[in-house]
């Protein structure tokens, strides 16, 4: 089954919202409500945004859609060129033993 996914929102959004929080005095439950998003992903951006400010830079970056599609794409591609070389290497040995078997 796939993992459902909620709205995309941008990085302008997400540091917009957690400025509410740090800079402004908003609870989280406030700026969830004023900015219509989940309570627990204003306490992640929030850690992010204070982590940011402390010189902290994120470990990874999270990806778009469109770079989530070319990583799967990327491995799909690899997993492809694989299974042709496994059926080149097959299709060689068969040949070479129906060569030998019909002389």
Do not use: C
């Given at each position: 089954?796939?993992?459902?996914?909620?709205?995309?929102?941008?990085?302008?959004?997400?540091?917009?919202?957690?400025?509410?929080?740090?800079?402004?005095?908003?609870?989280?439950?406030?700026?969830?409500?004023?900015?219509?998003?989940?309570?627990?992903?204003?306490?992640?951006?929030v850690?992010q945004?204070?982590?940011?400010?402390?010189?902290?830079?994120?470990?990874?970056?999270?990806?778009?859609?469109?770079?989530?599609?070319?990583?799967?794409?990327?491995?799909?591609?690899?997993?492809?060129?694989?299974?042709?070389?496994?059926?080149?290497?097959?299709?060689?040995?068969?040949?070479?033993?129906?060569?030998?078997?019909?002389?």
């Amino acid at each position: 089954m796939a993992k459902k996914k909620g709205p995309n929102f941008s990085p302008e959004f997400r540091l917009e919202t957690a400025q509410l929080v740090v800079d402004q005095g908003y609870s989280h439950k406030e700026a969830a409500d004023a900015m219509g998003v989940g309570y627990s992903t204003i306490g992640k951006w929030v850690r992010q945004l204070r982590e940011e400010r402390q010189g902290k830079t994120p470990q990874a970056t999270p990806m778009t859609d469109e770079q989530r599609e070319i990583w799967e794409l990327k491995r799909q591609v690899e997993r492809l060129e694989l299974e042709k070389e496994i059926l080149k290497k097959a299709s060689a040995l068969l040949m070479s033993d129906s060569m030998k078997h019909s002389r």
